[in-house]
């Protein structure tokens, strides 16, 4: 299925970002709005994000990553450039509660959601917060290593054994498996 | 670096997130295009961050999908050019900012212009009224000096009223025209009510009788309105005035061709 994605898109074809939204669009939309904090902005990058992906399709290497680590690296960079913008100030300001009751609506109806954040947030606070600037705050490496007086080497290390232990859960279940997830928090805090 | 050594650097996870300086970008894709290994391990580690990603989707607009596909078209294609080389797991923050900005600004400009534009229009309409406004008062600052000096020369005592009827009877029985004559300035006015329209090529000429002259006067060509004329100036006292029919443009020997009018005053 992803190689006649990357075959189609680069071909040019648009059905390669009709596939990609419906495979993908939910979950990018997701990793924007907790990066942006805006749906009106979150919204605008979503599009951006995909546009982009049309464009340089033609240069994508499947050889170099996957294609939805490609998407989300192009969505996440795009949503923490759209947070450094005085854009970002006017919608945070204007949007704010709005994104708010939406953010708890849909993250309600969508089971999936549920407990992923408290995993994160059950993980040994150094491993976490490595999580929380990265994923969910937009932080580089190097920006970490300056507030918070990191090594690089050690935030990689640490970023290591944090994407470990979600591999962890995810091989032992399917994403969306709430009981696993919650199996996992157990056994992280049994080894505590 | 050793093979071990890289895996456990953590410098794929990195990779994965698009957190890796150039050097070290050129490292891990120098160890993916060499060791099955580690593309197995970028796999898994990717496989994870999806699985993660997804356990946050949240359900775009129902909208935004047709949108999308709409900014495909090939009209909208980006007038900034994509860098050729351009890596495949993106480092730079290539949110399109630029164009954000400039749209942003496109807009505050194209408002600015459109406010400015519309306010400098509305003001040169405003300015024209106001000009249109005050040569109107002018003019009706001079019909209405005009109407004083008129109604004052009226009601001077010294002035005298003759009114200048049809010669023939049956004809324009109510045809008349009055000449106010004010015998200490020498100064008359005319005006003339139901006088028959001439052709085109004639008009209606005034002349004064002074006494002692047996020749007319020629004094003015007559409008066709209802507005009072000053009368041209005339020396000695007058005796009738009358009215003739003439060429357009009055009489051209000094004499009248045919007078159809006369009031003695």
Redesign the interface.
């Known amino acids: 299925m992803e190689e006649k994605i990357i075959q189609l898109l680069q071909n040019q074809d648009k059905e390669a970002v009709s596939i990609l939204y419906d495979k993908y669009g939910a979950a990018l939309f997701g990793v924007i709005l907790k990066v942006v904090h805006s749906r009106e902005l979150a919204e605008q990058v979503l599009q951006d994000t995909f546009l982009k992906a049309w464009r340089n399709g033609i240069q994508y290497d499947a050889q170099k990553g996957r294609l939805f680590t490609w998407l989300l690296n192009i969505a996440r960079n795009s949503a923490i450039d759209a947070t450094r913008t005085n854009y970002y100030k006017f919608y945070q300001k204007s949007d704010n509660l709005e994104t708010l009751y939406h953010a708890q609506s849909d993250n309600a109806l969508n089971p999936d959601t549920l407990g992923v954040r408290q995993i994160v947030q059950g993980m040994d606070e150094k491993y976490r917060i490595l999580i929380e600037k990265i994923y969910f705050e937009g932080y580089t490496q190097q920006e970490i290593e300056q507030e918070m007086g990191i090594p690089i080497g050690t935030i990689k290390t640490r970023l290591r054994f944090a994407i470990n232990e979600l591999r962890s859960v995810f091989a032992d279940t399917n994403a969306g498996n709430l009981g696993l997830i919650l199996l996992f928090l157990e056994n992280y805090y049994s080894r505590l | 670096m050793d093979l071990q050594s890289f895996l456990?650097?953590?410098?794929?996870?990195?990779?994965?997130?698009?957190?890796c300086d150039p050097t070290e970008k050129a490292t891990v894709?120098l160890m993916?295009?060499q060791h099955e290994v580690v593309?197995t391990e970028?796999?898994?580690?990717?496989?994870?961050?999806?699985?993660?990603?997804?356990?946050?989707?949240?359900?775009?607009?129902e909208w935004?999908?047709g949108?999308?596909?709409d900014?495909?078209d090939p009209m909208s294609?980006?007038s900034l050019p994509?860098t050729p080389?351009?890596p495949?797991?993106?480092n730079?923050?290539?949110?399109?900012?630029l164009s954000?900005?400039l749209g942003?600004g496109a807009i505050v400009l194209g408002t600015m212009f459109f406010n400015s534009n519309n306010k400098a229009k509305i003001l040169k309409n405003e300015a024209e009224k106001a000009k249109t406004q005050l040569i109107d008062c002018e003019k009706q600052k001079n019909t209405n000096q005009s109407l004083q000096q008129q109604i004052a020369h009226i009601n001077d005592p010294a002035t005298q009223k003759t009114l200048v009827k049809w010669l023939e009877s049956g004809v324009n029985t109510e045809a008349t025209a009055s000449v106010y004559f004010n015998s200490k300035t020498q100064k008359a006015f005319v005006g003339q009510t139901q006088i028959p329209t001439l052709p085109t090529n004639q008009d209606y000429q005034l002349w004064v009788i002074v006494e002692g002259n047996p020749n007319p006067k020629p004094l003015n060509v007559l409008k066709n309105d209802d507005t009072l004329a000053a009368v041209n100036n005339f020396v000695g006292k007058a005796q009738a005035f009358a009215i003739s029919i003439e060429p357009k443009g009055g009489s051209i020997n000094g004499k009248p061709t045919t007078v159809v009018m006369l009031g003695k005053v």
């Open positions: 456990q650097s953590g410098l794929l996870e990195s990779y994965s997130l698009g957190q894709e993916l295009s593309r970028l796999e898994n580690i990717e496989t994870a961050l999806e699985q993660f990603a997804q356990t946050q989707a949240v359900a775009p607009p935004m999908k949108r999308v596909m900014m495909l294609k980006p994509t080389n351009a495949n797991i993106p730079g923050r290539d949110f399109n900012l954000l900005i942003a």
